[in-house]
T-cell receptor
């Protein structure tokens, strides 16, 4: 099992450019999540998908869109990147059979917006 | 709304000393609580979780945490620090409600430094 994979690992964008961060999991998990990590702020939830076919906003959704392509894949899109979106982005997945089930995290994408 | 506060953004200990990382939470419903560790340039790895089965929870790498409802705390401890414990540690809370969808609210993180 590869677990949760994310591409790319690193990306540099100019202000106004767009890009899509890809995430896939091979654990047959129902729920998937996108977080951003900024120094001193922990991880903050951007969007989540409780199950295939559903998505919902998290704490900091502005400037982002998501697509739950199928059960395995959950992508995050920045339509017009801004310097404030410079961050490390983590995708996570979870089996939703119980609220106590933990999330499994990918290795992250480091994004710099100039 | 839930929140998590980790007291101390940086903790420094000597190798072999006790590790104590503090976490307090607020939740309007019974919580599920998690500790994750992040090594440099890596994703987060689960250390342990509290799911109401037992208040003292043992995790990987010799870490444990105790859930204290009266103090709304879930502090992480390890009796003897090892150099390999140097990392950033995150406390997180999820409420037990059916509509939570397992969403996590994280603390701001504590960077643990271990000196030889």
């Amino acid at each position: 099992n590869a677990g949760v994979t994310q591409t790319p690992k690193f990306q540099v964008l100019k202000t106004g450019q767009s890009m899509t961060l890809q995430c896939a999991q091979d654990m047959n998990h129902n729920s998937m999540y996108w977080y951003r990590q900024d120094p001193g702020m922990g991880l903050r939830l951007i969007y989540y998908s409780a199950s295939e076919g559903t998505t919902d906003k998290g704490e900091v959704p502005n400037g982002y869109n998501v697509s739950r392509l199928n059960k395995r894949e959950f992508s995050l899109r920045l339509e017009s990147a801004a310097p404030s979106q410079t961050s490390v982005y983590f995708c996570a997945s979870r089996y939703s059979g119980g609220s106590y089930n933990e999330q499994f995290f990918g290795p992250g994408t480091r994004l710099t917006v100039l | 709304a839930q929140s998590v506060t980790q007291l101390g953004s940086h903790v420094s200990v000597s190798e072999g000393a006790l590790v104590l990382l503090r976490c307090n939470y607020s939740s309007s419903v019974p919580p599920y609580l998690f500790w994750y560790v992040q090594y440099p340039n890596q994703g987060l790895q689960l250390l342990l979780k509290y799911t109401s089965a037992a208040t003292l929870v043992k995790g990987i790498n010799g870490f444990e945490a105790e859930f204290k409802k009266s103090e709304t705390s879930f502090h992480l401890t390890k009796p003897s620090a090892h150099m390999s414990d140097a990392a950033e540690y995150f406390c997180a809370v999820s409420d037990a409600g059916g509509t939570s969808y397992g969403k996590l609210t994280f603390g701001q993180g504590t960077i643990l430094t271990v000196h030889p």
